[in-house]
């Protein structure tokens, strides 16, 4: 009989060695040095084949060889393993696993891939192994269970807008000016190249497997070792610093408000902080890798959390081509290594206004209490989302965006009062939000 033990233990070190070549950007020596565990990994498993007692021993080597299989793209010979493992005595938790790894292989074989296109999805499964996963829904179900493309829209551009965020703020933190060449040039390039990925979608309301592909795209572009380390264990730390803590966790809190200033977590979490808000159209739920099974519930922010995470900040320019202009000013925990990252790289910046009336050729409205508008300015434009009214515009310049606004809430007002007898239950809630908030002056 041959040495099992040896064998499986050759074949993990090449699995390692594998992994290891696909954070080093070569995707080929990923593929061929999991292509020889593989190999390896059914040698010892056949040992077993007839000794359905010698459990768990027999259906790990089963599970293992048909995982670095699937990996590779080797679905039919993955499925053969499977069901050589399921035909001794597995644990229920193996069992499970086998199960699970079987709807895989039913799911990529749905695709009818090609050989060639079987290597790149075993690949982007490497991605959704790390992948951030959530389902939203809306909090009225006026058409059931689907959800407007709006929402879905300010979901992802939250997501993206968090990302962009955190790295800057991490960036700033872990380097200084004199670290590269160009530094501004670095960050930016950076922050081109490391962007989030939608690894897996799913339709009953709206999911999505958010990932980031740190290990190959982009890798051989940077030389610098300290960068490379820093870029690829990135998105576990934007997982765990906000993609998905529980934010009302009395430990998450601590450690967030030690490690980044006022400024930052103001900067940082606002985003996503604004989706888990009463107010927001659609709740957000943490879910499995299958994207049905909900592992964390849409949650509500505790007031302690709130001031934490989202602080008030007390805003000292009030010129918003000002505030566009001007830099930032990032520091790690201990208030060290100073560092300004000037706007032109700041994708995103957000401001107030207030304003106590609106216009629209000779048409005019007044506010029943002056209304707080929230403007924000990425890459390159300005963006009004005002989610209360339901209106959303953009433009380059800021004063016409501010027209815009007020042109299309006259016409969205004066289209839902012409359509009243027509409108469904969620879109009456809106005109009755009209009436409550906006005097008519024409």
Known sequence: MKDIRAIHRK???????????????SQEGYFRLTAEAYALEVEAAQELFANVNAEPTRSVLFRSAATLAYNIGLFEESEKLI????????HNEIREELFGLKNQIEEAKSLTLTPEWRA???????????????????????????????????????????WNRFYEVRFGQEFNETDFPNYDDTLASCMRTFQPVGVNFGFSSFSISIGFDTKVVGYNEFDDPKLKAFNKGLFEEFKSDVLLPDYNSDEFLNRIEKKYSVEERSWLF???????????????????????????????????????????????????????????????????????????????AVFDTTISNIQSGDKMGYFVNPHTLNITFEDGRFIIDDILFNTY?????????????????????DMLLKQEKDLENERIELLEIYRTQIIKGW
């Open 270 to 348: 606002t985003p996503l902080v604004e989706a888990l808000e009463r107010k927001s159209h659609y709740e957000i739920s943490v879910v499995e890798r299958d994207l049905k099974r909900v592992k964390r519930h849409h949650i509500y922010l505790s007031k302690k959390s709130q001031n934490i995470i989202k602080p008030k900040i007390e805003r000292i320019e009030t010129n918003p081509n000002r505030i566009i202009k001007r830099t930032y000013q990032l520091t790690n925990e201990l208030g060290t290594k100073k560092k300004e990252i000037k706007s032109d790289f700041l994708r995103y």
């Open 393 to 413: 515009v953009e433009s380059e310049d800021f004063d016409v965006v501010q027209k815009m606004y007020q042109e299309k809430l006259i016409s969205n007002f």
């Open 11 to 25: 074949a993990v070190e090449l699995a390692k060695e594998a992994d290891l070549r696909l954070s080093e950007g």
């Open 83 to 90: 069901y050589q493992a399921l035909a001794g005595n597995p």
């Open 120 to 162: 790149d999805y075993a690949f982007v499964e490497s991605l959704r192994e790390l992948a951030a996963n959530f389902k939203i829904q809306p909090k009225r179900r006026s058409h059931g269970h689907a959800i407007y493309l709006d929402n879905v829209v300010d979901f992802l551009r939250r997501i993206k807008t968090s």
